[in-house]
């Protein structure tokens, strides 16, 4: 008996699909910002927009870049549109569902406009999240910091990965001492 419901066929049956190549990775950061997602659901301070979200193995890794067309100088305050290079930015934050992520950043490098400023460039800051030289979010720095308060560094450390942030005692550690003293 033939099938009277015949489905209409689609014309692209597999236009959702992500058949890109992952090859070069600037091609996922040259997109228009209208096909980018805000990040600020997850990091409200921060001005980053998500170009690309992959699964590999057990971790999320997020491409994401600055969503201002400007840079500000941390060392005077200036306002600067001049781009002098860019590079690649890797972020570890906290894990998403009990996996690790990732955070891959393509920031740019300002030369700095102010004649008077002691630099003459200086690198993009994503707003408050991501801390400044550092290798880990903001979120991911306070949990290795309450870990380690919470008991022994080992202990912090066999904690912080079970949940997904491997780290050694060592570095719970250095992020104790790192933290400011109480004024009391």
Not at 24 to 42: A, G, P, T
Not at 117 to 139: D, L
Not at 141 to 156: C, D, F, I, K, P
Request: glycine content about 6%; charged content about 25%; hydrophobic content about 30%.
């Amino acid at each position: 008996m033939p099938n009277r419901h015949k489905c209409k066929p689609m014309k692209y049956p597999n236009g959702r699909k992500d058949t890109a190549k992952f090859g070069d990775i600037q091609e996922f950061f040259e997109k228009s910002s209208q096909d980018s997602l805000d990040l600020s659901v997850l990091y409200p301070d921060a001005e980053l927009l998500i170009g690309h979200v992959k699964t590999i193995g057990k971790d999320v890794h997020i491409y994401a870049r600055s969503s201002l067309d400007y840079g500000v100088c941390p060392y005077c305050g200036a306002i600067s549109h001049k781009v002098h290079s860019r590079y690649f930015r890797t972020v570890v934050d906290l894990p998403i569902l009990g996996r690790r992520t990732i955070l891959h950043l393509w920031m740019r490098k300002f030369f700095c406009e102010n004649r008077e400023c002691g630099k003459k460039t200086f690198a993009e800051q994503p707003g408050n999240e991501i801390i400044r030289s550092r290798r880990r979010s903001r979120r991911c720095e306070v949990t290795v910091a309450r870990a380690g308060l919470t008991g022994s560094s080992n202990t912090a450390s066999r904690t912080l990965d079970i949940m997904g942030i491997p780290i050694s005692s060592s570095t719970v550690l250095r992020d104790i001492h790192r933290m400011p003293l109480p004024s009391y």
